[in-house]
């Protein structure tokens, strides 16, 4: 398996672009957009299904670039160029985006309309057995519980917390197994293993009024080398196509 990475590099029509500082849903939709409409549809709705769960099989990053914070205003101002980079193993979506942006597709984020100006295409492979990732946009690894009175909560792990890596073990195994039905092997000889290396930093994200707590810092990737190719095809944790999960080997 080859990762296929798509880097985006956008310029506003004035010097700075400002964006509501909560703009991960404006965007995936901005994403939803560049694809063929039938296929969108199908993958907003529907996606890739494994044990009743839904997997779109994309994640992305978050805006990279020089920035300043106006948190009264709630606005987040770009100076210069940004950069957004798209991962998944997805042909449909890659070549979406891709073929999108060579026809000079609209890429508005909330009501800024951004030009692409350059589209990388990386081919990055792992042939070892761990990888050292930086994350591109925070790792989410949460589990549904149930408070004393009844009510549920949804917990946040950390990645000091055993539960961190379980789940996102697990969460990628059912990814793998939504992409390729065929693969026989079972989640109990799933190899594959993640933890922090040094700090991480715990980042807070509203997306359309729901609060998702992630983790940002780097991380060792332990396991089989198609494991670790498909997790940075994808990216790693839940809820990737709402802008988390997305990492980059560190050369």
Do not use: C
């Amino acid at each position: 398996m080859r990762l296929l990475k798509l880097t985006i590099t956008f310029v506003g029509k004035e010097e700075t672009i400002t964006l509501p500082i909560q703009h991960n849903h404006y965007v995936q939709a901005a994403l939803y957009k560049l694809l063929d409409p039938f296929y969108a549809s199908f993958l907003h709705q529907h996606g890739y299904t494994y044990e009743k769960r839904q997997f779109r099989l994309f994640s992305f990053s978050r805006l990279l670039g020089k920035y300043t914070m106006q948190p009264q205003e709630g606005t987040i101002t770009f100076t210069g160029p940004i950069k957004l980079v798209v991962l998944t193993p997805l042909k449909p979506v890659s070549e979406g985006i891709f073929n999108s942006f060579i026809m000079g597709k609209e890429f508005r984020i909330a009501e800024q309309k951004l030009i692409s100006t350059v589209v990388e295409v990386d081919h990055p492979d792992v042939s070892e057995n761990e990888v050292r990732v930086r994350t591109l946009s925070p790792i989410v690894s949460y589990s549904t519980m149930i408070r004393p009175d009844g009510r549920k909560f949804t917990y946040y792990f950390d990645p000091t917390e055993s539960e961190f890596a379980r789940i996102v073990a697990g969460n990628l195994y059912k990814k793998l197994k939504a992409w390729e039905p065929s693969y026989s092997v079972d989640e109990k000889d799933f190899n594959f293993t993640i933890r922090p290396i040094g700090h991480t930093k715990r980042r807070v994200v509203i997306y359309k009024g729901t609060v998702i707590k992630g983790y940002s810092g780097d991380f060792l990737l332990q396991g089989d080398p198609k494991y670790l190719n498909f997790a940075l095809n994808v990216g790693v944790g839940s809820k990737g196509a709402q802008g988390f999960g997305a990492i980059e080997m560190i050369k």
